[in-house]
């Protein structure tokens, strides 16, 4: 449902529809009608408009902010809301219908005996000495990220597991979002630049490749390319509009070819051949520039903007 | 065959072993056999005794240092004796043994008729502008490999590709020692290790595996790790002895999973999840160290020693 | 004075040494001594026996876990004791001896008629928020990194920032720390380690200096260095003993001088030429290792280990 | 003197103002001169009209052109016409008027008496084995840069050195137009971004320093800025038009500042807090791209575009 559809329902269906985002916690809903009511009506804090929220990421800052100006007490009840993982491995039941989806996906039905046994044991700990449920976003997760977050965290100090059950809680809330909401008009997009640090110029002529590897359902190749003189690709973003999704890539950049064409020095088995690059698109709202810098001997990436 | 072995043999099998690896070019094992007996003499120019060769790397840097020593002239005729890699692939013919093996595996066979016109075109204008053949070590390269490397080179100046071909030349000779020698004892091996540019420390228990890619005969899973608090492997080098060998190689790490456990902060679909990192071990007798530099938001790795 | 000379005092005076550490809260000192004895008579939780303190790096830890242990209400107490920076910077007076020091060297009282105001309305808006006063680690702080701290830091939440101010309480103590006691036999040490990534070897033969900028008493060339075929300095750590000192520093690497002796391409004015890195040491029980990665158009280093 | 101000003249001032340009080959101008004259009368090779030149880099590249164009033969020639770096040093006479004060900036003259005995044996073993004198753009270089080059370069192949001559002779011709002409409307520029890899985002509110190390006459501050919310710099290149002068340059950093403003964790004596990037401008009419990725625990730059 696009975003600027579901906030101008009535409030009470609004409310119904924001209420799962947050766990257990439907005040975070009903404040956000409140507030988005009183500004509409010129009642705001300031008596100044409020732009309309057109966007997710709009609709999720503005529910944070909601949760981020409560008290603490608010934060921990919002924190011991949250469902205990380990009873749920077990039960698989009484869960938020978001979190059930969320953590049979995570493969946790998969836990050995022995795995379930540390699960269990750092579980307890865990609730023993923070004295609140650990709260772990499950939807990308494997049972690994589990046991092995559970077991890392165990080790905080009480107010940095408090900051980071926060967090999680908010990652929990804006997966939710992204499942049930979608911009009106998503501005994402997917930029690509090769740099060659060997030279000291942009890579001309590299061949690249950009696979989708999830969501399963539509994996496969989603665009090939060959850079141009400035080490860009022709013909503007690699993905915009409804072919960029939310979901994890690869880029796969031929990096040998293009440095035998330079007649640059690469060893007979090239130390760099075909360069793979896979990365995670998590905002549908933001621009995502995924360079390579590379020489036959190292190469780097980042999150650029 | 191991090269001691190899290389005690009577001066005539020796000669025999050595002659196919650079292109019709019997003078340079016949040097290299000549030497070799003036120094076990006591005849070298120095008359120091020279350590005996047991190492595809000494034997290759033997090699090449004759090559190297040898007039312009000498170099000329060596680069002419090289096949004209379009000639060869229409017929696939008339090849020094090794030469038809490297040029069935760059699947020169696949051409298009459009590719295949392109490459005729290109190859005829090389031969022009350079009076020599285009030489490419194709054993790990692809039709895409062999079209951007001619196109590129196309646009050198005589004596950078005169520069290039040598290197191609000893490149070649190098693939071909390391098909019909061995090291008397490989030394090389392969090290990890894995720093979080996040938190300013090693990467603590970080699963990692290693699989092999090519030879296809021997690709699959080699290894499976968690990192040390120090960001390295336990139990030492990830690959030695006879488990290092020549090919293609892909480390898969754990990253995400790694972030989690620390409580460090990564968006709801990872930026970096599993990073694979794909490299190629080119010399028996070399240390690869092939570390991760990673934070969530950027990764670097480098052919380390 | 020594660690372990320190500890093995009196309880009484045990607890003088240590009381400033942590502003205003005697408890901790106490705490520390107390459970010390009861360590040292074997009443330890378990009733193992304790490793004797001998570093100021545990020390340190073994203070920051007697406060991470405490209650969130001690922990909100040990906050609201730290001064009002801007108070202070009228009055200078007050303050404990330590915090006098630190922040005098960050120059607060350069601040301009301007930046005052500025100051003082972030601060009292800081106050206002989150109903603590602005923590921040002075020593090594100029007046901008107390104003742009204290604007970025507004925009936290509570309970980030709450984290902060936690952060930054441990790291005064730390500060504090240094500033009294030194470890029995520091063990820290320097080393350096250049890769030439355009030619994917180590750099042979580079020309390296190791200045130290600060403290300004002991500023000046420490030493001079040529890295040998592995990239590394021959004769082990650049800096270690009495001479791995906490302060600033700065590595000059002759980059381009290296690039010329192997003939790879540089411009006319290099894009690299002398590299400087300049660093920081924080602990002298630690190793660092800060290497250089460069190509004639790129470079990059990192805190290793 | 602007370049089309300098190729509208007669033919023969043409030919006097760039026959010292390559050393004692006026055949280079002279072709040069016949070339565009031809062009200019619709007898170019192929007939067609021929863009003016109105840049330096126009300017060298159909120089180089040129000399790429010319035999084996001429270009030894042209390499042998270069006087003896060595001779030189004892004499510094009947060098053209470029080559002297070229080298009198080396600072060879400064050589100590075990230097210039290390340089005299290494300069005529390079002779020895290559037969043409060692040729070295020196007007960026100190004793040291032609000391180590010349150890290094005497290792390498004869066609690897013949390229490499080659190389720099280009080298000298471009540092010689640089230092004779101007483009018509020099279009470089200079910018930059700062991205912060620790929080995967765009570095905003960083204080940045720009000064310009040499030419001395220049030397000083030359911009100071702050980052936007992009990480870039506000108003546009930092450096253009008359102020984007060829030479050395260093941004500063106020890398502890920023990050204490996000209240990312940095050392009490951070690891990186102010942090300088030295780096060349060689080309007045490229875009000079010099970014920062910055974590507190590492950095990289490089030469984009």
Known sequence: MKVSEALCKPSDEVKQLLEGLYECSPWVADKFVKERTAQSQGKGDDGAATAPITTVTGL??????????????????????????????????????????????????????????????????????????????????????????????????????FAIAMQQVHKIAWMRILAKFESDQPAGFLTCHVLDTANGCPARNMRIQLHRLSPPESAGLVGEFVTNSDGRLDGGPALKGSDFQVGSYEWTFYAADYFASRGTFTSGTPFLDVIPIRFGIDNPDDHYHVPLLVSPWNFSTYRGS
Request: charged content about 30%; hydrophobic content about 35%; aromatic content about 6%.
């Open 60 to 161: 999720a800052k503005a529910l944070k902010s909601i949760v981020d100006d409560s008290t603490q007490d608010e934060k921990m009840l919002l924190i011991r809301s949250h469902p205990d993982l380990c009873e749920k491995v077990s039960e698989m039941a009484n869960l938020s219908e978001e979190s059930q989806d969320e953590q049979s996906r995570a493969g946790l039905q998969s836990l050995t005996v022995q795995e379930f046994a540390d699960f269990e044991r750092n579980n307890a700990a865990y609730k023993r000495k923070f004295e609140f449920p650990f709260i772990l976003a499950v939807r990308n997760a494997t049972k690994y990220t589990v046991l092995s977050a559970m077991a890392g965290r165990l080790e905080n100090s009480a107010q940095q597991e």
